[in-house]
């Protein structure tokens, strides 16, 4: 297996103040566990380009584009000068750069594997994406990485049919915002409910067979986890045949994180990613892109990230 990780130090350059969450500390977590876990040099390391604001624009609109460009403060302003979005997603000065490689590396990723360069990949990024709409950011994302990568995947490569798994604690409101009426594109996802962003139930997307959510209550372990993923995204999945898949890998549903309230540890986002690699190896000639969501206990996340990056290098 050939699995790479693309980063870029742009990404660390973004935050939104000491007191959030969404920090550059959640980067240097994972490095650190990639390190002392020895298997960083199974690994290619890559750089993440800047995305083209073309791409961009297949999901978001010019409104929600300039919203980031425009309202970054300039080279020079205050270490502590922000722009609020909204009450908990922010922009400084080195925004706009991190959200273009955040894209970037995303598509970057699609390339290389969809040209049999990698089998699969995974985005060490930030900010991350799946909460952004088309419309506007919000959530902590500011543009949506995996839904600008499925339609490079679905426009550029012309593939006809693409999946998106999203296990993070929160339901992927943009994602699925992006893709409800999109037959091309397959969502599947758990989430913990009733919770941020109170998304995912009811409305437009239960009539749509595209999209597969499970909503399910605080404190959910691993056990009830793997039996919704056996029984209702497994089945959806295969009979979906997704000639390329896509991760949300969010790893806020850890026991140990305090953004949410679920109960899974680092064997079971390792079993997750196995079996989306089952169904990969199935149908998608093995290809996936996985892009880091939330995951806001730095030692949770790291452990939790090496565990996903050893099940998909097969180096367990």
Same mark, same amino acid.
């Given at each position: 297996?050939?699995?790479?990780?693309?980063?870029?130090?742009?990404?660390?350059?973004?935050?939104?103040?000491?007191?959030?969450?969404?920090?550059?500390?959640?980067?240097?977590?994972?490095?650190d566990?990639?390190?002392?876990?020895?298997?960083?040099?199974?690994?290619?390391?890559?750089?993440?380009?800047?995305?083209?604001? *073309?791409?961009?624009?297949?999901? %978001?609109?010019?409104?929600?584009?300039?919203?980031?460009?425009?309202?970054?403060?300039?080279?020079?302003?205050? #270490?502590?000068?922000?722009?609020?979005?909204?009450?908990?997603?922010?922009?400084?000065?080195?925004?706009w750069? #991190?959200?273009?490689?955040?894209? *970037? $590396?995303?598509?970057?990723?699609?390339?290389?594997?969809?040209?049999g360069?990698?089998?699969n990949?995974?985005? #060490?990024?930030?900010?991350?994406?799946?909460?952004?709409?088309?419309?506007?950011?919000?959530?902590?994302?500011?543009?949506?990485?995996?839904?600008i990568?499925?339609?490079?995947?679905?426009?550029? %490569?012309?593939?006809?049919?693409?999946?998106?798994?999203? +296990?993070?604690?929160? %339901? *992927?409101?943009?994602?699925?915002?992006?893709?409800?009426?999109?037959?091309?594109?397959?969502?599947?996802?758990?989430?913990?409910?009733?919770?941020?962003?109170?998304?995912?139930?009811?409305?437009?997307?239960q +009539?749509?067979?595209?999209?597969?959510?499970?909503?399910?209550?605080?404190?959910? *372990?691993?056990?009830?986890?793997?039996?919704?993923?056996?029984?209702?995204?497994?089945?959806a999945?295969?009979? +979906?045949?997704?000639?390329?898949?896509?991760?949300?890998?969010? +790893?806020?549903?850890?026991?140990?994180?305090?953004m949410?309230?679920?109960?899974?540890?680092?064997?079971?986002?390792?079993?997750?990613?196995?079996?989306?690699?089952?169904? #990969?190896?199935? %149908?998608?000639?093995?290809?996936?892109?996985?892009?880091?969501?939330?995951?806001?206990?730095?030692?949770?996340?790291?452990?939790?990230?090496? $565990?996903?990056?050893?099940?998909?290098?097969?180096?367990?």
């Amino acid at each position: 297996m050939t699995t790479a990780i693309y980063c870029h130090t742009d990404c660390l350059a973004h935050e939104m103040g000491g007191w959030h969450p969404e920090s550059p500390a959640r980067l240097q977590a994972i490095e650190d566990q990639l390190i002392a876990s020895r298997i960083d040099s199974f690994i290619d390391h890559r750089e993440a380009p800047l995305a083209d604001v *073309g791409a961009i624009a297949r999901v %978001h609109d010019q409104d929600a584009i300039a919203r980031v460009r425009d309202n970054v403060p300039p080279p020079g302003s205050p #270490a502590d000068a922000y722009y609020p979005i909204d009450g908990d997603t922010l922009l400084n000065a080195h925004s706009w750069k #991190a959200a273009l490689r955040a894209a *970037g $590396a995303a598509i970057a990723a699609t390339d290389a594997v969809i040209a049999g360069d990698l089998d699969n990949a995974f985005c #060490a990024v930030r900010p991350p994406g799946h909460h952004a709409r088309p419309s506007e950011p919000m959530g902590f994302c500011l543009f949506n990485n995996v839904a600008i990568a499925v339609r490079h995947a679905l426009e550029v %490569h012309r593939l006809e049919r693409v999946a998106i798994v999203d +296990f993070d604690v929160h %339901h *992927g409101n943009g994602t699925e915002e992006a893709f409800v009426y999109e037959p091309r594109v397959m969502m599947a996802s758990f989430f913990q409910h009733p919770f941020y962003p109170y998304s995912g139930v009811g409305g437009e997307s239960q +009539f749509n067979p595209n999209m597969v959510n499970v909503p399910v209550a605080a404190y959910t *372990g691993g056990e009830k986890v793997r039996q919704l993923v056996t029984e209702l995204w497994l089945p959806a999945l295969r009979a +979906f045949r997704p000639q390329m898949i896509f991760i949300s890998a969010g +790893f806020d549903a850890h026991r140990e994180d305090d953004m949410g309230q679920m109960g899974l540890v680092e064997a079971d986002y390792a079993w997750i990613t196995r079996q989306i690699m089952a169904v #990969a190896k199935e %149908h998608a000639e093995g290809r996936i892109v996985s892009c880091l969501e939330g995951g806001y206990n730095l030692s949770a996340l790291g452990r939790s990230v090496v $565990a996903h990056l050893k099940a998909l290098a097969e180096l367990e």
